[in-house]
């Protein structure tokens, strides 16, 4: 099965994952494992091309099938894109051997030198920032500490190794307990005192023995077959592909305590290229009978594809589209701006609202003033604002109500709020609600008679035949309109609102200062020691 | 098949029509009209709690109307009430199927809602006579899976599902009244609008499609995103929409110009968006993200002003309280914590 070397390593790469596909259908044997080792190999020793096209577009030059748009598999290619270029003998970081304490470390690069390319490369200005993607990249095993377990990056002298292809994560590798035995099991039998085991990974190994006690001499055989192949191979290259071995299963089988960065939001799951996949083996070997199936696998019904039927009614929709009514850019534009600036005092991320703030001062006085009925004076602005604010704050609708009833036009509101209550009523209450409405606002002779247009009016009784929660909407719509243009802009001249508005009853202002002192002292009391508080109340 | 291809190219013919008449209305761009808007400078929130209690992941959560108390869903099989200024847990719910995805609170603080896997919406009446909280209504017929959730009152709650459709359910009796079909794709995320009368949904075929409820026809649909959209909601004023996407960006959408405003993408962020929520004045974006970052953006000027980093795993939800004084985000790491 040995192939000639080739030049482009993304052919390569190709034909890796060709040859693995093979080898699923054939027999598992040593042989074939030890092929697949071989083409890792040369993979690892060609070198690839300087890339012309720009860094992190979405068209990549990693190997990731561009037909496969699972949410991990687009990461995967813009971290693959990196990954690629960081290696550069031209343009990436200095990997080399290094010599210490008599031995040779070969293949490596500091941390340091990661962050620094990722700050020029990428274009970032904050090392925290440069540090979290390189943690990212870490995370997902594309490179990883040659003395550690745990997939972080530290911007230091630390030592870290670039992962080989066959070992990235767009391979979709899910890896089966039975490699991982095989895996752990040859550990203990090379004897490499940097091929320990830690302890949680002996923990693992005890328990896989007592999980598989029946099929133990088969995973030892295959233990001993790995441990073989790896013995003919060179010393130096031999501990790059240990490392890169265990930084899979790291990345797999992760150390207690750190994420598993291999997890997928189920809801994703299923839509994945063959969600019942084949789990192929990193030794090899072809499965015998799948484990149960976990309700991320199960196959439920496939995406819709547009049908004859969806592409008709899209086409119709689309009629309906291309003379719709449109606003300028400008104009909402600027009525965004000015929305966010009417509001930004209100804006607690923005601008610190007083009293503090109930998570830091635990002090709740923000809510009681909230919710009591005699509002703040920033409360009363809001009321201003739009109709909808001084009708969402209880205090503001009473107001708005008596100010009416001074008006003896409090019929409109009156009826706006029946509706929305109907509205929300259970459904077999509703017909009953809604003609009791109609008795009351709307029937020749009513006691609060509402000023319908003809039209509405004759929409709304025809609506009453099938009385249901929308019956009164287009009668809603209509007094609504007529409260915001009439009714509320006079309430918003008039004496009620502006004397609340400018603080002008003196009993009441008298009231607020006094509160506001009292909760001023307290809040400052939390902060000084008594002594000061004592000395501050002397002064005042 | 020649059929099928005519009825394709009328479609995109349609659609580079449609292109043609937004470009007309694009006399200026939503960045240059903020040009002159003070800059909002760096927005630092801190950890005020933490929410401990789950025992996996969390997958959703949702404020209630009154400011302090939140629901969390977790893979743990439990729905949580968090009472989040004591951090007390005021109930916690233990819920048939542990593949939960998705939790909502009625704005009228009695109910809550939650489902998942089990492609059903499941409510829970919070106010029971005997203080026990029981599952008060099941409600079952979509045939995917409960993405999102969301009460219009005590009587009423929008469903969105893996089925591609959502669904508005009449609580009383159980009942579909009206089904929202149109998505080519999962609807992973749903938002109602300030008055109730309409709603938006985000699904996996990378398009955004606003919903009226009465009329029940969508009445808007926009794309532009490369990747399934995660997370949508409406901008305070209802006149415009926020969607988060797993191509790693977030976009605002004018519902009045039809078309989309600006993009909120930096390339440095490659992790999809999860969950986004808007400050109270809507002049932040707040995006919670798969590399367990939740990043702020000043949404008028589309620059990134502050990263929440307090997660040892994806963010997978994020709120702003209603009164705005706080952002309560949940995790994969089976914490919700409360910024501001």
């Known amino acids: 099965m040995a192939e000639a070397p080739q030049q482009q390593q993304q052919q390569q790469q190709q034909q890796q994952q060709q040859e693995e596909e093979e080898e699923e259908e054939q027999l598992s044997s040593v042989e074939e494992t030890e092929a697949d080792e071989e083409s890792e190999e040369e993979a690892k020793e060609s070198v690839h091309t300087t890339p012309t096209r720009p860094l992190l577009s979405m068209r990549s030059m990693s190997t990731v099938d561009p037909d496969d748009d699972s949410p991990n598999m687009i990461v995967y290619r813009k971290i693959e894109d990196i990954v690629t270029l960081i290696q550069d003998e031209e343009e990436g970081v200095p990997i080399r051997t290094v010599k210490s304490f008599m031995t040779k470390i070969p293949s490596v690069v500091t941390g340091t030198d990661i962050v620094q390319w990722l700050m020029k490369n990428l274009a970032i200005e904050d090392p925290a920032e440069a540090m979290h993607i390189g943690s990212l990249i870490a995370a997902q095993g594309y490179f990883f500490p040659i003395s550690d377990h745990v997939l972080s990056l530290k911007d230091d002298g630390t030592f870290y190794r670039f992962q080989a292809p066959y070992f990235w994560p767009s391979n979709c590798w899910e890896p089966e307990n039975t490699d991982y035995a095989i895996y752990l099991c040859k550990r203990t039998m090379q004897n490499k005192t940097r091929l320990e085991l830690a302890d949680y990974e002996a923990e693992n190994l005890a328990r896989l023995q007592r999980a598989f006690a029946r099929k133990w001499e088969f995973i030892y055989m295959q233990a001993e077959a790995q441990v073989k192949i790896d013995r003919k191979k060179d010393k130096t290259e031999r501990k790059i592909l240990d490392s890169q071995e265990r930084a899979f299963w790291d990345v797999h089988r992760p150390v207690p305590g750190c994420v598993n960065t291999t997890e997928m939001d189920i809801r994703k799951c299923r839509r994945m290229k063959n969600p019942l996949r084949v789990k192929k083996s990193v030794y090899g070997l072809v499965e015998e009978g799948t484990q149960s199936q976990s309700p991320i696998h199960t196959p439920s019904h496939h995406c819709r594809k547009g049908t004859k039927e969806d592409v008709e009614k899209e086409i119709l929709f689309l009629n309906t589209q291309i003379d719709r009514h449109r606003m300028k850019m400008s104009k909402v534009a600027e009525s965004l701006i000015s929305y966010t600036d009417q509001y930004m005092d209100y804006d607690q991320f923005v601008t610190a609202q007083e009293p503090a703030n109930p998570w830091t001062s635990d002090d709740p006085s923000l809510w009681e003033l909230e919710a009591s009925k005699e509002p703040s004076q920033q409360r009363v602005k809001k009321w201003g604002f739009s109709l909808e604010e001084a009708l969402k704050d209880p205090a503001g609708q009473e107001l708005f109500l008596k100010f009416l009833e001074s008006e003896f036009s409090s019929e409109n509101l009156r009826f706006w709020l029946a509706v929305q209550d109907m509205k929300r009523r259970p459904q077999q209450d509703v017909a009953q609600r809604a003609e009791d409405i109609w008795a009351e606002f709307l029937a020749e002779g009513a006691p609060s008679s509402i000023n319908l247009d003809s039209h509405s009016y004759e929409r709304t009784s025809q609506n009453l035949k099938d009385p249901g929660r929308y019956s009164y909407e287009d009668a809603q719509d209509h007094i609504y309109k007529l409260m915001k243009s009439d009714s509320y802009t006079r309430f918003l001249r008039s004496n009620v609102y502006q004397d609340l508005l400018t603080a002008k009853k003196k009993p009441e202002t008298e009231q607020g200062r006094r509160t506001s002192l009292e909760k001023f002292t307290r809040s400052v009391g939390k902060s000084l020691t008594g002594k000061r508080l004592t000395g501050l109340m002397q002064s005042s | ?340």
Not at chain 2, 41 to 50: D, E, H, M, N, P
Not at chain 2, 65 to 70: E, G, M, P, Q
Request: glycine letters at 10%; charged letters at 20%; one cysteine or more.
């Open chain 2, 1 to 340: 098949m020649g059929e099928m291809e005519e009825l394709r190219k009328e479609m995109e013919n349609l659609k580079d029509q449609i292109t043609a008449a937004r470009k007309t209305f694009q006399d200026s761009t939503l960045q240059e009209a903020a040009a002159g808007v003070t800059v909002v400078g760096r927005v630092q929130l801190k950890t005020r709690k933490t929410l401990r209690g789950h025992l996996a992941k969390i997958y959703a959560m949702h404020w209630g109307t009154d400011s302090t108390l939140c629901v969390s869903a977790s893979q743990d099989g439990k729905l949580i009430v968090w009472d989040t200024i004591t951090t007390n847990k005021v109930n916690a719910i233990p819920l048939k199927s542990s593949w939960v995805m998705t939790c909502a609170y009625a704005p009228s603080g009695n109910l809550v809602a939650c489902g998942g896997l089990d492609n059903m919406c499941s409510i829970y009446n919070l106010k029971g006579k005997d203080g026990n909280v029981k599952v008060m209504r099941e409600l079952a017929a979509h045939t995917g899976y409960l993405s999102c959730c969301r009460f219009l009152s005590d009587t009423e709650i929008i469903t969105s599902s893996g089925d591609c459709t959502c669904v508005l359910w009449d609580i009383e009796t159980g009942t579909q009244k009206t089904v929202f079909a149109g998505h080519q794709g999962d609807a992973m995320s749903l938002g109602v609008s300030p008055d109730f009368k309409y709603f938006i949904s985000g699904a996996c075929d990378f398009t955004a499609k606003l919903w009226d409820i009465r009329e029940a026809e969508c009445r808007q649909t926009f794309g532009g995103h490369e990747s399934d959209i995660n997370a949508i909601g409406f901008f305070p004023n209802g006149n415009a929409v926020i969607t988060g996407s797993d191509d790693a960006t977030c976009k605002l959408y004018d519902l009045r110009a039809d078309q989309e405003l600006l993009t909120y993408q930096d390339s440095s962020i490659m992790c999809g968006v999860t969950s986004l929520a808007s400050s109270k004045s809507g002049r932040l974006l707040l995006a919670g993200h798969d590399d367990f970052n939740v990043n702020i953006w000043d949404m008028l000027k589309a620059e990134r002003v502050g990263v929440l980093a307090g997660h040892d795993n994806r963010v997978s939800c994020i709120g702003v309280s209603s009164d705005g004084m706080a952002c309560c985000t949940g995790s994969w790491d089976s914490f919700l914590k409360i910024w501001n």
